[in-house]
């Protein structure tokens, strides 16, 4: 990927503690039926470090979806 070029997710970024938020619920579904996982900023940001991108901001939406923003690190 270009260093100049940003990645965008459109993903629903799961607020921290006992905050309500539909992606909640879809994280407990996605758990036991798929084995996967809704994610907090702080574990996207880890994961992309991983993949070699950092993340730069998350952008909320007027849905239950955010927009994750990384560019290449």
């Given at each position: 990927?270009n260093p100049a070029r940003r990645l965008l997710l459109v993903e629903m970024v799961?607020?921290?503690?006992?905050?309500?938020?539909?992606?909640?619920?879809?994280?407990?579904?996605?758990?036991?039926?798929?084995?996967?996982?809704?994610?907090?900023?702080?574990?996207?940001?880890?994961?992309?470090?991983?993949?070699?991108?950092?993340?730069?901001?998350?952008?909320?939406?007027?849905?239950?979806?955010?927009?994750?923003?990384?560019?290449?690190?």
């Amino acid at each position: 990927m270009n260093p100049a070029r940003r990645l965008l997710l459109v993903e629903m970024v799961l607020p921290l503690g006992d905050t309500p938020h539909p992606g909640k619920m879809l994280d407990m579904t996605m758990l036991v039926s798929m084995g996967g996982q809704e994610r907090t900023e702080v574990e996207y940001g880890s994961l992309l470090t991983k993949a070699g991108f950092r993340l730069t901001r998350v952008v909320p939406t007027s849905s239950a979806a955010s927009i994750v923003e990384a560019v290449v690190a």
